[in-house]
């Protein structure tokens, strides 16, 4: 049997015990009882289930009574520390959170709804949207063509005929009072570059590190080598560079060179 093969339910629990063993180095049937609700003998049978699928299986330790990592494991599947996050965490009964809250996004369904709509009919509609450059306009047609996310917010892509160019928005930044009426759009948009323009960012520690907090770094971020390739498409690099903190006072990447390839 492959860990394909199991049901939904048991390879969660078995990614549970994975990340377990991968980030703590131990593990034992309570975990998995706690953790589920689930019974001591479907938890034994879980724990059967991954040493037989444990490329180099844990070792049981009657004095810890765990089963503890060689040093050789390999685990079932590739995770970050991120994901891994409630298997190391230190679990208290404390109501503040060791997470930090972050803000949630907000967005009104019904015009999320509308663009949506717009985007598979084909069809532009007239909204008022607020800019926190320039405050709110008194009205344009935009021609919404797919939902984006910066990892954080929801935003939509549209054409803005008042702009002549694609632009990137927020629904919440929509107003109410929109008329959202709609017209067919008869002619063909222009090509989206941008969006059709992958952007190759190349990156590296910032020049004023030191030698020893360049390496730091490196490591932290997963550099291969010298610098760190990411990709992303054209219309999304301001998102890109917010989201990496790289124009902060304090951060610790910059980048050395942007290429940009066609996709099409």
Known sequence: MSFDDLKYAQRERLIFLDRCFTWRGLANRRNLVERFGISEAQAALDFKTY???AVRPPCYDNGRKSYIV???HKPLLPSTLKEAFEVVA????CAVSAILPRPER???PLTVSRLYQAMGAGCALHIQYTSMSSGLDEGQ????????SDGESVHFRAFSFKHDEYRNYLPIRISLNSSFDQKK????????IDWNTKAVIWLRPKASLSKEQAKVVRREFGFDGELMRVET????EFF?????GLKENGARLEVVKTEYESLT
């Open 141 to 148: 047609w935009v021609a919404p063509v797919r939902f984006t």
């Open 70 to 72: 060689v040093d050789e």
């Open 90 to 93: 230190e679990q208290d009964n």
């Open 233 to 236: 498409r054209k219309a999304l």
């Open 106 to 108: 907000k967005a009104d």
């Open 185 to 192: 759009i008869l002619e063909e948009l222009p090509r989206d």
């Open 51 to 53: 040493l037989d699928l």
């Open 240 to 244: 890109f560079s917010r989201r990496w």
